[in-house]
């Protein structure tokens, strides 16, 4: 991969992970059809196995990773691509992943990386992505318990329907004896 593809990757990735920091609300928000099965859908399994293949093998080259075979990154290709629809992974959520276990925040390499290594590194990003996401719907929730009862329930309803609702309301009281 050429070096100036590298820093275009960083500058694109550099939106979901400023400062060091993981913005998973910004990633989560990527619609499906830019998710890895939607890609794979739109652009064909081979294509989108060769980028996360050309991308794990560049990852793994600045890890300086000794005895690593093709074999052995195309069938962790593979697997990426088979469990991106468990939790609906985008691309920049896989090359974000390969940021951080270049940086170490995900488990320590010893130089080596086998399947076993790989997906435990994978798993702990996948589970940080997770928690972040009950957090977000932790906090949606609050927000939107927080409104008024008129508010939440104006959401349910039109105008026009609410006010028929009140104009029944009222002739069945006043028909109350």
């Known amino acids: ?3 100036k593809d590298k820093f275009e990757i960083q500058k694109t990735l550099a939106r979901y992970s ?3 920091i993981m913005n998973f ?12 099965k939607g890609l794979c859908i739109k652009l064909g399994d081979k294509y989108i196995h060769s980028i996360i293949g050309a991308s794990l093998s560049s990852a793994l080259d600045v890890l300086s990773v000794k005895d690593i075979s093709g074999e052995l990154i195309f069938e962790i290709s593979l697997r990426v691509i088979e469990e991106s629809s468990e939790d609906n992974l985008s691309m920049e959520d896989f090359m974000i992943f390969l940021r951080g ?6 488990g320590k390499i010893y ?3 086998d399947m076993p290594t790989f997906f435990e590194l ?15 719907k932790y906090e ?5 318990k927080a409104l008024p009862v008129n508010d939440r329930l104006a959401d349910m309803f039109p105008d026009d329907e ?11 009281l006043r028909g109350k004896p």
């Open 25 to 36: 609300g910004l990633i989560l928000s990527i619609p499906s059809t830019d998710r890895i």
């Open 122 to 136: 994978f798993e702990n990003y996948r589970q940080q992505r997770h928690e972040a996401l009950l957090e977000i």
């Open 111 to 113: 130089n080596r990386m």
């Open 140 to 144: 949606q929730h609050v927000q939107h």
């Open 18 to 20: 400023g400062n060091g």
């Open 1 to 3: 991969m050429e070096k």
């Open 162 to 172: 609410k006010s028929e609702m009140r104009n029944a309301m009222k002739d069945y």
């Open 101 to 106: 276990m270049i940086a170490g925040k995900f």
